[in-house]
């Protein structure tokens, strides 16, 4: 289920949130180098590289060891595991988020750029949570299926 937990804000460290806010400002600049150096149009492919992901994917990981950890357990699978998910979202999310970038280079020379904007905010998070949504079927319906088809064959 997609839900927030604001409950993890506690989990968190300040030299985590440290660690999000210099990569995610390293890879800014680096991009406004790019800019500067290549021109706009290139510049903006590299902005729209997902600078806080990395951090978080990683700080994921460890949060879910440490929680294991806690137990007596060994929690490397349980991480990279919650870090895998956390990377199907992302991706699922990046598919919405080109579609959105494509109606904004397709209407704001032609439309409102206040109209353009919605409508692709809209779109974006529409077709990013109904990916999402056929994901979480294709788990949960499609994979039991098929695993009870195998052990009836066995």
Known sequence: ???????????????????????????TVLAGLIAKHFGPAIGGLFLAFPAIFPAGASLIESHEKRRKAK?????TNRGRLAASVDS????????????????LWWGLPRHNAYAIITFASIVWVCVSS??????????FHGGKSRRGDREASR
């Open 88 to 103: 199907a979202g992302a991706a699922l999310g990046c598919v919405g988020l080109c579609l959105f970038a494509l109606i």
């Open 1 to 27: 289920m997609i839900k927030m937990e604001l409950s993890a804000l506690k989990e968190t460290k300040p030299h985590e949130y440290a660690v999000r806010f210099v990569f995610g400002g390293a890879c």
């Open 130 to 139: 109904t990916l999402w949504s056929v994901r979480r079927y294709r788990i």
């Open 71 to 75: 137990i007596g357990c060994d929690g």
